[in-house]
């Protein structure tokens, strides 16, 4: 039985207020997956995989992945 959106989007919502907010964590998603019907994607700082490893490979039964992203580098502005 494939994952529905609902099902996805309340277990992301239970991943955000677990986790609060660490610095190393971006951000949970909710993102179609073929096989799954929804499945979240948790992003977390480049380097910072293994915070986030209790949540695979599944939370509540909905599929997890772990994407680490690279920190954005603050733009310098046009005035300096």
Do not use: C, Y
């Not at 039985?1 to 610095?23: D, H, V």
């Not at 073929?34 to 480049?46: K, P, T």
């Amino acid at each position: 039985m494939k994952t529905s959106f609902q099902k996805a989007e309340r277990a992301a919502q239970r991943i955000a207020s677990k986790l609060g907010n660490p610095s190393w964590f971006l951000g949970v998603g909710v993102d179609v997956d073929a096989r799954e019907g929804f499945a979240l994607s948790i992003r977390v700082a480049s380097g910072s995989a293994e915070h986030a490893e209790g949540f695979t490979p599944r939370f509540d039964g909905v599929r997890v992945r772990i994407v680490e992203r690279q920190m954005a580098k603050p733009r310098k502005s046009a005035a300096s």
